[in-house]
C-alpha cells in the first residue's frame, strides 16, 4: 500500500516502474505464444493474438505510469482521492485498451471478434481486469522495494552525517571565537556595570547550558530552540545596544510544541549579526516569526565592506540536516535588502515515519 504519495512520483520509482514495463512486454510476447500454443493448432493466429497481448501489457502499463503521476499530481495530500483517481483510471483505461485491441487482432487473425457475445465480452472485461490488476500489484510491488532501499540509504546517510553536524554545530556555538568574544565582553561589562555584567554571565551561562545539553539532539521543540535564541539575543543586545534590535512573533502558541532541527535559528541570528553592519544610526533590526507552520529568521541586508567572507557552511549545513530529516527545502529569500530563511514546523519528531 502506498502511504507516502510524494513518494511515488519519484524519479527512482518512475525509472525502476518504465523498467519492470519493458520486462513485461519482454516476457509476455513468447509466454503468451507458448500458453496460446498448447490450445489452438492455426499458429498465425497464436502469432496476432501473442502481439495483441504484448501490445496490450506495452500500451497499458505505460499508460498506468502516467496515471500514476497525473493522480499524484491532482491530489498530492489527500491519499484516499489519489488512490480512488488512480484506480478507477487504471481499470477504466484497462478494459478500454483491451476492447479495442481484440477486434483489430482478431481481424488480423482472421477469427471472428465476438464482441457482440455479453458472455465474451464480460470474460474480455475479466481478463483486462486481472491483467490490470497485475500490472498495478507489479508497480506498487516497485514502488515499496525502491522506498524501502531508499529509506534506508537515507538513515544511513543521516546516520553518518549526525556526526558530522553535531561536531560542525558544537564547533559554531561553542568553538574559541564564540568564547573569546563573550569573555571579552563580560570582561567589559564587569568594569563598567557589575549588574550587566552578572546579568549577561547568567545568559552565557544558560546558552552554554542548552548548547551542551541538545549537542546530542538532532531535533528540539520550538520553544526550546527559541529559548537558545532568546539567551543568545540578550547576550548580543547587551553587547550591541541600540545597534541591534531584534523581535519575536509568534502567531500559534501550540506550534511551540511542534519540532525544528537543533540550533537550526540560532545559526542564522549569528550569521545575520556576523555579516552586517550595527550602528546606533542604521541598527541590523532581526525577527524570528511563526506564521502557519513555518517558522522564519528575517534580517535586513547592509553587509560588510571588509572581514571574513561567508562560506555559508552554516546554511548549507542546516538545509543538508533539514532535507535528511523531512525530505523538504528550506526556503532562502534574498531581495538585496532583506534576507530570510524559513522552514516547515514538524508535528513529529521523527518526521519521516
Aim: glycine share 2%; hydrophobic share 45%; net charge positive.
Amino acid at each position: 500500500m502506498i502511504s507516502n504519495i510524494k513518494k511515488t512520483i519519484a524519479p527512482y520509482n518512475i525509472k525502476e516502474i518504465r523498467r519492470l514495463n519493458m520486462l513485461l512486454v519482454g516476457l509476455t510476447f513468447p509466454f503468451t505464444l507458448i500458453l496460446l500454443f498448447l490450445f489452438e493448432e492455426m499458429l498465425s493466429a497464436l502469432f496476432f493474438l501473442a502481439i495483441k497481448t504484448a501490445c496490450y501489457m506495452f500500451i497499458t502499463s505505460n499508460l498506468l505510469v502516467w496515471i500514476l503521476k497525473f493522480s499524484a499530481k491532482k491530489f498530492p495530500d489527500d491519499l484516499f482521492k489519489f488512490q480512488f483517481c488512480r484506480f478507477t483510471l487504471s481499470y477504466i483505461s484497462g478494459i478500454a485498451i483491451y476492447l479495442s485491441l481484440w477486434p483489430i487482432f482478431s481481424y488480423l487473425a482472421k477469427i471472428p471478434s465476438h464482441l457482440q457475445n455479453y458472455k465474451l465480452l464480460a470474460a474480455f472485461i475479466a481478463i483486462s481486469i486481472v491483467l490490470t490488476t497485475i500490472i498495478l500489484f507489479l508497480h506498487n510491488f516497485v514502488i515499496f522495494r525502491q522506498n524501502k532501499i531508499q529509506t534506508e540509504l537515507e538513515n544511513s546517510r543521516l546516520q553518518l552525517r549526525s556526526t558530522q553536524a553535531e561536531n560542525l554545530l558544537l564547533k559554531q556555538q561553542i568553538h574559541p571565537h564564540f568564547l573569546f568574544n563573550s569573555l571579552n565582553t563580560l570582561k567589559a561589562l564587569y568594569k563598567k556595570d557589575p549588574k550587566l555584567g552578572e546579568i549577561y554571565l547568567l545568559q552565557l551561562a544558560d546558552f552554554l547550558r542548552s548548547a551542551v545539553s541538545l549537542n546530542n539532539s538532532h531535533t528540539t521543540t520550538l520553544a526550546e530552540e527559541l529559548e537558545i535564541c532568546k539567551n543568545y539575543m540578550e547576550m548580543q543586545k547587551i553587547r550591541f545596544g541600540e545597534a541591534l534590535e531584534w523581535n519575536l512573533k509568534i502567531e500559534k502558541t501550540e506550534m511551540l510544541k511542534g519540532f525544528v532541527p537543533s540550533f537550526s535559528l540560532q545559526p542564522l541570528l549569528e550569521n545575520a549579526i556576523k555579516h552586517n553592519i550595527l550602528t546606533k544610526e542604521s541598527p541590523l533590526k532581526l525577527l524570528i516569526e511563526q506564521h502557519d507552520n513555518y517558522i522564519s529568521v528575517f534580517n535586513a541586508i547592509n553587509p560588510r565592506n571588509a572581514g571574513e567572507t561567508s562560506t555559508k557552511s552554516g546554511l548549507s549545513n542546516l538545509a543538508e540536516r533539514y532535507q535528511l530529516w523531512t525530505e523538504e527545502e528550506i526556503i532562502i529569500k534574498n531581495d538585496g535588502k532583506s534576507f530570510s530563511v524559513s522552514f516547515k514546523i514538524m508535528p513529529h519528531e521523527n518526521s519521516n515515519n
